[in-house]
């Protein structure tokens, strides 16, 4: 078998209304960012059920972004507000389960800032390839 | 009020209404009206929809993203049923009466056409022009085909065009020659090849030999430089062409397959036709050119041995090299044209007889003639044309004696077969031809040639340039000539100047009386033209030839008109005369009829046709001597007839395709002077001139004079192109455009709208930046206007969100904001104020911050006008925790700072004196007018404007105009922000709407489609098309093998790629597969699914499929777009993308909606003004209203309001109370107040509560909620302690009541006291923000300064010599209101400011009262006597609102007002559907103003209640009853009041109608009993699962 370079897998999920918007425009604009991206569109951030998280993590996803609007610009009122809620319970809970707060972002991005999506993308890559592969795809290849 | 209920209509109006103008409020406007059953034409001057609000970074007071908000208006105006959009579209002209009105629009041409384009940008990629981007305030460039932003609607690109290029008008065949000038700029010379071909198929000739009539009109020669050297350019390109091959070899197969009409579906008549072309010159070969690219088969006859024409034995080959003659013809008999050469067509209709369908005679115009003077048959005289073909056949080694050296070039030493070697050459002619003669001559040995002509040295026909590059040869000319004989003589030669004897041959000799020498250039095979054209052996001989001198005017009805000079006979020696006066075609060939005259054919001028049916003749042969370019045009001409006559032979013979001709040309492009100037500086101002061999190097051989441009030279000389036709035209967009959308033939249209109303919402532009000029804008580069600061801080703006400066992209640091530029000044004609500047100034100044901490903003103001909702809080937010800098003092003038560019501004401190201080960067607050094209609108509409071009409405009748049927919303009535726009725009619908409510329903359509197949039993069978987006997708991503990879997986019954899988035909294949396969979920892998979804979804519910049994895998955007370098990991993911979306699909269930009956009617909660207005506006729509009003009385506030004892608002209550009680529509309940409201959307139970207790059920579908407002009472400044302390309001009743000028006067109502009164000098001082902007009422009551300023005015109408003082902290008269301020200081108002800290103090005094204020900005201090002092008092919600909150479950704001569902967008509705607010309930604001909020509450209601039922959404949530435990966790999570629990089943339940489908309550359940329908817990399982399975683009260690 070839030896591979780590290629860290994010599972993003983002909000209909901004930062999949955002997404769209960085594409519509050709800024470039890595390929370790795969996008679940969610009507609002603050559809992220704890089990959307834990699950990619637990089956190998190296990261898990959660997007969505800025404070006070959910389509739905507050539906980010009640994301970043549970983002930080999160945080707290997944350390219990051996897993690093780290594979977990949360962002806040508009339907205009592509360039900030496109940035988001590239250092989250970036930092998950410093943290090396989620142990439970070393687990998994076991 | 709407003219509607004078009358009932004797017929029933039109369903339809006009928008113009589809920024936010046009937007809002149809959207109200298409929901509420009309249909709406949107018609937009640009082209997309969004108006000045695309443009806007944030918005105040909430900072939200203006395009995050405002896309999902777009999407849903987009995709309407009910709203057609017209872009590109104005106003011509209203025909017609309210209710059938007929509107006349212009549609400008677009020249892309919005149903093909796909948006995919292809074309601006390809583009070579660059302009300046309005959207982005011209910071950044952007091409000529544009997409106005990224996200418009119709997301389709325009063209910029001013016109057609004056170098393309003025050349015969169209060339689009500003397009590879262009295109040379940008280096991309295989391009600009492409170009010159689609039009010219002899680049290489053209760029040598053409008479550029281009270049006389280039715009550059027009505005006084020198033109752009079009041709040499040409020929530049066709050079580097030649040197390419490689390069080129596309390019040519991409022509051929083309067509001379890309984009157009080839004529299936044509395919194969067989047609004859008679004649291989420029005419000839072009018209098989085009006719072999249309499909046809050519054969081409040519009765020389070589191909060419004129172009190949007429011109010398030190002019046009026969090796270009040569190659340009290959190209075109490359295209599969058959050439028979040597051969002479005796009868062109023979060849109808044979098997050809269509004949096309050019052969042109060879037949020299002689003037038949004495001695023009002897031997030595010539003729130019025989003269010139034979050198020519000699160089190619075709004729006797022939030498030609490599590139047909030769040496005068050899044996010369034309026989002027050593001898003495006279060529008679002063045209091209002549002195193409004269230079063969000399170059083959002559030993003296010279010229002689009728025309003067001036007037001679050929160019300039080019006698002066013969005499430069030392050939001699002699101009303004008459031919008297030439003479001759048995002598030997080279003894000139002995006239033989018997020789002379008298002649009539004054006219032109030529006669041809005989039959034809023979041919080759015929043998007559080879070798000499003259022998000196032949004994007799020329000597030379007998001038005169003549004054030439010219020729009368083709005979020379000149007299003779006395005494000018000259004999000029010569031993041979070369004749060059004229040509003309051989015409044996056709029938006599066809023929004109003796001279050339005969043909219809615009077709080409002869009299012979399927015989077309053209070039020379029709036209006479004439260039090359009007042969090619000829050409063109006559392959267009006969591709039209082949489609309908025997039919009359129409030019084909019509769009390409019939004298629809669009205009030529004109530089305005002033542009040209500007263009003129800023370019490269030197003409590449030629470079030439030296005259005595040249005259040797015949290789060519001039050399071409370098490549250096070309694209400097491309860059001197002002570029005034803006689009060039040069088709790069075509090529690149692979869904065949681009149309640059497209033409203006004229549209007719047959509508009931016109609502017009043009919207709005910003003063000029230089309106100021002592502020430097344009002059120094970093101040910039408020438009282009926000351009700059928005993340998608020319700069990605970067705050710098224009100068050198420096972060600046200090920002100074400079308000009321072009507002609020009389000395620029804009003296009212424009509203909005203060507000976003504050945004921008925190946005600023927000993006570079360490920005410092300084915001130098007169007045800080922050009166709407939020904004008063917002202001001092900027100014108290933002660290933004408020300094009241106007800036007198801005200089730069040498050397760094940075900014001194000059004001005047607080103490009165002037002080400097320098900034980095100086943000002009640019004021507000309308819209350009506005006032041209209102003249052809007939419409009333005042002085400042903004519509009148008349007072009270918010967004009505002075036309009956036409109604105006937005920036066009005033300056004004969002969401006073968008209620406006209501307002103007709800007119509307009022105007045409019997037709409602009557043009709105419903979607039809067939019934839904029942796929629940079925296994999940998918269908996958995969989408190349031309290549966009299709460049990165390998989409065969994506499709491969699909295949594989489970579940996926079907897989294919398609070229952009969004077109119609791709609709229609989708739906064919769907049943050929048993397909029962659909995946689309293309671009994203906010746009391309709701397509997809229709197409498959065509196909019987649930809409929601469909995923989208976004694989442009998210895909190919953002990882272009890397072809692997762009493959890897889209099958990523795919699988996921496939596992999902497999999964997906069907969704349906909810539905809920409607119930018509409307409650209407409050009887102030608003509720009036609100429930007249209903019943006017023809909608039942209960009208609940807690007092015994109608009327609210509205009862108390006299301003400036200006009894209209009596009158207006008056007729609104009538109104209401005679409208049988209209319930009105007094004395009753809500107490209990159950139910939701569509179906509301209402109970009130009179005062006698007695209870009563409303049933109703929506609710207004228009409760009102209230006075506060001031606790201070003596208020109620003093009777002369009292508000604005009691003195508005004293006033009223009243002569009210005296402070004494209380009311007597005494004519006599009141004059008595009067001249008193009474002494009033009002004291301003008696309430508001203080900790009680943290927020400005809008209303009082103007209040204050008209009770002011009245005092002072009724008294001149009163004292009235005005103790204000701002003065917020926006809008129009202005004007009354200004008003109020002429007429010797005063006005103290003071500050909150240091407010006035009110002590009684001997005589009435004593005010003692620190005026600011200095800080004196006034004592001031006053007769009587005036509060202004807060405004605040009625009680009862709480109350009323709670029952509807609507939210209140921290002052007590109600919260409307968005700041901006949604200012009249509240989050959950179904209650909507207006007046004092929502916020302090004028009558007019409340007004206009009723009747845009009024029709946000009516939009909902004119539907039949309603329907949930489909994307909602759902509650497993099993799994819940009814613990309340998403009752109290959800926002829209959708969830309960439900007391007899015991578990957790959703009102479906109230759902919006957020799924707040699905992640916070605890048992997982709660699940989103579209995105159930399995689905995105199942696309987590996919996406980890796939092989992902791990990458051998190292490589990456």
Redesign the interface.
Known sequence: MVETAFEPRIIGYLCNWCTYTGADLAGTSRLQYPPNLRIIRLMCSGAVDVSYVLKPLLHGADGVLIGGCHPGDCHYQEGNYKARRRAAILAESIKVMGLDPRRVWLRWISASEGQRFAETIASFTAELKQLGPNPTRVLWTL | MAKSEEGTPEKRPVGAVAVIGAGIGGMQAALDLADGGFKVYLADAGPAIGGTMAQL?KTFP????A???M??KLVETGRHLNIEILTMAEVVSLGGEPGDFTLRLRKKPRFVDTKTCTGC?DCAAACPIQRPDPFNANLSMRKAIYRRY??AIPNAFAIEKRGEAPCRHACPIEQRAMGYVALVREGRFADAYRTIRQDNPFPSVCGRVCNHRCEDDCSRATAGDTAVSIMRLKRFVSDWARSHPDEIQPMALALAAQGPNAGRSPLEALQGARVAVVGSGPAGLTCAADLARLGCRVTVFEALPVPGGMMRVGIPAYRLPVVEVQSDVSDVLSLGIELVLNHRVEDASELLAQDFQAVFVAVGAPIGQKLRISGHELPGVLLATEFLRAVSLQSAGLADGASAGPGGQRTPTSEDGTGVMGKRVLVIGGGNVAIDAAMTALRLGALWVGMACLESREKMPAHDWEVRDAEAEGIQVYPARTFKEITGSDDAIGDPGTPAAGGTVSGDTNSANEEPDGRAPAPATGGTARGRCWSADAGNHVTGVRTARIIFRGFVGGRPDFDEVPGGEELIPCDVVIFAIGQRPDLALLPGEAQAGRRTIAVEGETLATQVPGIFAGGDAVTGTAFVVDAIASGHRAARSISAYLCQPGGPVAVWPPALDAGERPAQAVLDPQEARALLAAKPDRRAEPRKRPANERKRDFGEIEAALTEQEAVAEAQRCLECGICSECLQCEFACRAGAVRHDDREETVDLNVGAVILAPGLKTVAGNVRPEYGYAVFPNVITSLEFERML???GPY??VVQRPSDGRHPRKIAFIQCVGSRDLTCGQDYCSSVCCMYTAKEAIMAREHDANVEPAIFYMDVRAFGKGFERYYKRAEHEQGVRYVRSMVSCVKEVPGSQDLRLLYATPDGKSTEETFDLVVLAMGLRPADGTLEMAERLGLRLNRFGFAESPPYGPAETNVPGVFVAGAFAAPKDIPETVIEASCAAAKAAALLAPARGTLARQPVYPEERNVSHEDARVGVFVCHCGINIGGVVRVPEVVDYVKSLPGVVYAEHNLYTCSQDTQERIKQHILEHGINRVVVASC???THEPLFQDTIRQAGLNPHLFELA?I????S??????RD??T??AK??VA?AVAKAARLRPLYRRRVDMDHRALVVGGGPAGLTAALSLADQSFDVHLVEREEVLGGNLRHVRPGADASPQQVLADLIDRVGRNPRISVHLGARVSGVTGYVGQYRTTIRYGDGQAEELSHGAAIIATGGRASEPHEYLYGQHPCVITQRELESRLTDAGGTSPVASGSGDAESEDAAAGQGGAWVMIQCAGSREDAHPYCSRICCTQAIQNALAIKRRDRQAQVTILYRDIRTYGFRELLYQEARAAGVRFLQYNEDAKPAVAPAEHGLRVEVVAQPDGERFTLPADFVVLAPAIEPNDGAVELAQMFKVPLSEDGFFLEAHAKLRPLDF?ADGVYLAGLAHSPRFVDETMAQAHGAAMRAAALLSRDQLQSAA?IASVNPRLCAACGICVD?C?YSARRINPDEGHAEVLEVLC?????C???CPNGASY?RG?E?RQ??G???A??E?A?????????
Not at chain 2, 62 to 65: S, V
Not at chain 2, 1116 to 1119: A, G, L
Not at chain 2, 1121 to 1126: E, K, L
């Open positions: 970074d909430t900072n939200d993203c395009m995050c908000i896309s999902p940008g990224p996200q928005s993340a998608s990605g969100g994203t699914p906010r976004n442009r955007e998210q895909d777009w953002v990882h272009r370098a890397d990991a762009a890897s993911k990523g993308l996921m989050a994307i999570v926002p919006q489908g957020c799924g707040a699905v992640a916070a989103q995105f817990f995105v399982f696309m987590v699962d996406a980890l796939e992902w683009h791990d990458l051998p260690a190292g490589s990456s």
